[in-house]
């Protein structure tokens, strides 16, 4: 799910804690996209906690824990970008590759989008976004995926600017492990 008023890529410089070959993305005066580093953890639990609040869900300290892991583990598929404005975390984003199979091209999947809801307004979501296509587009193009609650109309205001609306159902299956 996606929450929003306002795009992520996987840029990097060359800070240790970030990975080689992937810049910084300056936005406006202040606003900075870039990949998540591990300084970030703090702020990024607090919003990842704070999203799960928007939908309903008190994520347990061994969740905050595994995708946190997750997104510093370079190998992983999930990625986090995060929006900064004058030094301070304020959105994230986690986004993966999804190879598209109706074009045998590149795809990526947009998992979850959020801003501190005192930030929103300032274009710190519709940077994310802009960043994940940047980085779509360096990667030979594709589409971009993501979902949000029908009940959302924020986040639908801004994703009806930038994107299609499609007519696709989603289903989900929990399945137990044996």
Known sequence: ???????????????????????????????????????????????????????????????????WAWLMDDAHPVHALVAERDGVVIGFAHVRDQPDTFTAGPGWFLDDLFTDPSSRGAGAATALLGAIEEHARAEGGGTVRWITAADNAAAQRLYDRVATRTTWVTYEREVSAT
């Open 1 to 67: 799910m996606t929450e929003a008023t306002e795009q992520p890529a996987r840029p990097a410089t060359t800070d240790a804690t970030r990975p080689a070959g992937e810049p910084t993305v300056q936005l406006t005066a202040g606003l900075v996209v870039r990949p998540a580093a591990a300084r970030d953890a703090a702020r990024w639990r607090e919003l990842f906690a704070a999203y799960g609040a928007f939908y309903g869900t008190t994520f347990a300290p061994a969740v905050l824990d595994g995708v």
